[in-house]
Nanobody, 119 residues
Framework: VQLQASGGGLVQPGGSLKLSCVVS????????MGWYRQTPGKQRELVAR???????EYADSVKGRFTISRDDTKNTVYLQMNSLKPEDTAVYYC??????????????WGQGTQVTVSS
């Protein structure tokens, strides 16, 4: 199973970015999907998570600004980020809990995509 994240970049404060993450491989079912972020010297933290039935959870710092969604026909999870702030600068990682073709359930991570919010 592989996760490929894209959509990061440099944006000015107040701007928007949309991250995408495609899950590929021997998949029977994708359960929870999520986005995490990490800055140097800090632990990776949850940004947003979405269940298979569409229930969502957000970090307090991004509520009202970020929206997570998924398209199971494309095995893809998205993170729409609006009203970006400099403190949102981080490497963003996608995560998926996957029930695989060999009848196992495991967590998988993407490679990370850099988001930089700066004027």
């Amino acid at each position: 199973v592989q996760l490929q994240a894209s959509g990061g970049g440099l944006v000015q404060p107040g701007g928007s970015l949309k991250l995408s993450c495609v899950v590929s491989g021997s998949i029977r079912r994708i359960n929870d999907m999520g986005w995490y972020r990490q800055t140097p010297g800090k632990q990776r933290e949850l940004v947003a998570r979405i269940s298979r039935i569409g229930s969502t959870e957000y970090a307090d710092s991004v509520k009202g600004r970020f929206t997570i969604s998924r398209d199971d026909t494309k095995n893809t999870v998205y993170l729409q980020m609006n009203s970006l702030k400099p403190e949102d600068t981080a490497v963003y990682y996608c995560n998926a809990n996957v029930f695989t073709a060999n009848w196992r359930t495991s967590d998988y991570w993407g490679q990370g995509t850099q988001v930089t919010v700066s004027s």
